[in-house]
Nanobody
Framework: QLHLVESGGAFVQPGGSLRLSCVAS????????IAWFRQSPGKEREGISC????????EHIDSVKGRFIMSRDNRKNTAYLEMSNLRSEDTAVYFC?????????????????????WGQGTQVTVSS
């Protein structure tokens, strides 16, 4: 069982930056596709970034390209989401999710139903 815990969420002003972390325990993070999703009140959970098990491939949705960067350090069993130039519309609870292997990355990177493991989420609020 892969247990995921997110951290790093905070209240920031527009234009600010944050780094979210997703720490795994129970099993090694290696050999898992990892993704970041977010959900704001009244909206569906939205996949925003994902990364292959080795870290060699990443995907980001258009609305965060150039502002968010996903990475991972398998030695530390941790995945990251570096967020910059934050906007009010980035306000949401951010979740990390994991799926065994790289099949999910290539076939359903942004689909919540493709992931077996989820963290509890961390709140990001962007407001002046």
């Amino acid at each position: 069982q892969l247990h995921l815990v997110e951290s790093g969420g905070a209240f920031v002003q527009p234009g600010g930056s944050l780094r979210l972390s997703c720490v795994a325990s129970g099993r090694t993070l290696e050999f898992h596709t990892i993704a970041w999703f977010r959900q704001s009140p009244g909206k569906e959970r939205e996949g925003i970034s994902c990364i292959t098990s080795s870290g060699g491939g990443t995907e980001h949705i258009d609305s965060v390209k150039g502002r968010f960067i996903m990475s991972r350090d398998n030695r530390k069993n941790t995945a990251y989401l570096e967020m910059s130039n934050l906007r009010s519309e980035d306000t949401a609870v951010y979740f990390c999710a994991g799926a065994v292997g790289d099949r999910t990355f290539y076939r359903g990177c942004y689909r919540p139903d493709m992931y077996e493991y989820w963290g509890q989420g961390t709140q990001v609020t962007v407001s002046s």
